[in-house]
């Protein structure tokens, strides 16, 4: 299984998805201490509009988006953080550089209760928030999160900086800057890289099990311990701890590295045991999903691997989820398919262009896929049908051109080269 957001979202704190290709040279006029009444003009998908700022309240603005991988791994530490500090701290989801309102409200009630703080559109590039407070801040990447307390601007943090011990700083009134950095999972773990650095294995273990002992679920304290046991060679222990962590408390971080332990060594049987266990309690698990019909693949159950990836196809509305299940093959460590799979692949492809019309990529891949198949008409059919709907999106005209480039080359029954398909990527990306 390859290396997911998620696991980024927790190692790299500061890691985002680029929607432009350079960050501006002229120096930001909005950020920490800027001072905020009256909320941009958006659209609420979810929860109590926010019109004006309350002096007496904290606001968590956190900006994402559906094509954003870090942005949805992101959102079960949002949700809990909603659900343990609701009462204290507003927090709103602000969908950002998307101009589909109906994408983004379809990924939040397939969310259900798994996003269930608030959740403002705010639309494309042009829109009301891009233009008061993104551009303004020089803010190029997400997610990217605001924190505002007292009408101003106090915090601009990763998702994963909002840690409960940050937040209690804010509720206290005693925030400040250096104070959070004090907090820093980074500097609290900064022996323990120095041992690993050394190679001194057998005292960092020590170590960093003192910490976790203080906070056995520290999603950064899981994630050095499953790279120290890797690099001990210790794979039975690793997974052995990893199974009981799973079974006491399976938070996305944990999920993903049990998953991939389970997966890395092989262990077919107990992963489809256990993913198909946890899709029973969370059927939205999309890892779990992954997961499941990995296993099956890997088994040599292709038949069983087919019907289940059918079965999620047809259930999700998650462009996200259907764009990974569209790629299923490159997920699992055989590649193994069969024409059956192929189909649903494809199905799922479909699927999530349809929801997410403007991902050129995945009109790449698509068009690829089905040229190599010999289904030239398929391949024209899908550049067609985007063509059309980006043209009528005044937002999507850069799209829009590219597309029926595209289209051109197909009806010369020309396929555009590698380079080319990487030239148009990079150009949408502008």
């Known amino acids: 299984m390859k290396l997911k957001a998620f696991i980024l979202f927790i190692l790299c704190a500061n890691h985002t998805f680029m929607y432009a290709q350079q960050s501006k040279t002229t120096e930001p006029t909005f950020g920490i201490g800027s001072v905020v009444n009256e909320y941009p003009a958006v659209q609420w998908i979810q929860g109590e509009p926010v019109a004006r700022f309350d ?36 927090i709103i989801g602000q969908n950002i550089w998307e101009t589909n309102k109906a994408r983004a409200a379809a990924f939040v009630k397939e969310k259900g209760s798994g996003m269930s703080y608030r959740v403002a559109f705010g639309g494309g590039k042009e829109s009301d928030f891009s233009l008061k407070w993104m551009e303004p801040a020089g803010i190029n990447g997400i997610p990217q999160t605001f924190i505002i307390q007292n009408n101003k601007v106090v915090w601009m943090p990763h998702p994963a900086q909002l840690t409960e011990e940050a937040l209690q700083l804010l509720i206290d009134g005693k925030f400040s800057l250096d104070a959070v950095k004090a907090l820093s999972p980074h500097k609290k773990y ?132 259907l764009m990974r299940l569209a790629f299923i093959d490159r997920l699992t460590p055989s590649g193994k398919t069969n024409p059956e799979i192929e189909k649903i692949m494809f199905k799922a492809g479909e699927k999530s262009l349809d929801l997410d019309v403007d991902n050129l990529y995945l009109l790449s891949e698509l068009v690829k896929r089905a040229w190599k198949a010999n289904n030239k008409a398929l391949a024209k ?38 380079e080319q398909f990487k030239n148009w990527n990079k150009e949408i990306q502008k």
């Not at 937002?395 to 197909?410: G, N, R, T, W």
Request: proline share 5%.
């Open 190 to 321: 900064e022996r323990i890289r120095q041992l690993i650095g050394e190679q001194k294995y057998e005292m960092a273990m020590p170590a960093l099990d003192t910490l976790l002992q203080r906070n056995p679920y520290d999603e950064p304290g899981l994630a050095m311990k499953y790279s120290l046991f890797i690099k001990m060679g210790k794979t039975d222990e690793n997974i052995a701890y990893f199974k009981k962590t799973f079974n006491e408390n399976p938070t996305p971080t944990v999920v993903f590295i049990y998953y991939k332990l389970l997966t890395d060594n092989k262990h077919w049987d107990l992963l489809a045991k256990t993913a198909q266990a946890r899709i029973t309690e969370q059927p939205e698990d999309v890892e779990s999903m992954l997961a499941w019909i990995i296993a099956l693949n890997e088994q040599g159950n292709l038949k069983a691997a087919a019907t289940l990836l059918d079965q999620f196809t047809t259930s999700s509305k998650n462009p996200s989820t």
């Open 381 to 418: 059919k899908i550049t067609a049908k985007v063509a059309i709907a980006s043209k009528k999106d005044p937002e999507q005209q850069k799209l829009a051109e590219i597309v029926s480039q595209l289209l051109d080359y197909l009806k010369k029954d020309i396929l555009p080269s590698e």
């Open 55 to 90: 002096k007496d309240k904290i606001y968590i603005v956190e900006c994402w988006a559906t094509w954003c991988g870090p942005c949805v791994a992101a959102i079960p530490h949002l949700n809990e953080l909603h659900k343990k500090l609701g009462d204290k701290i507003v």
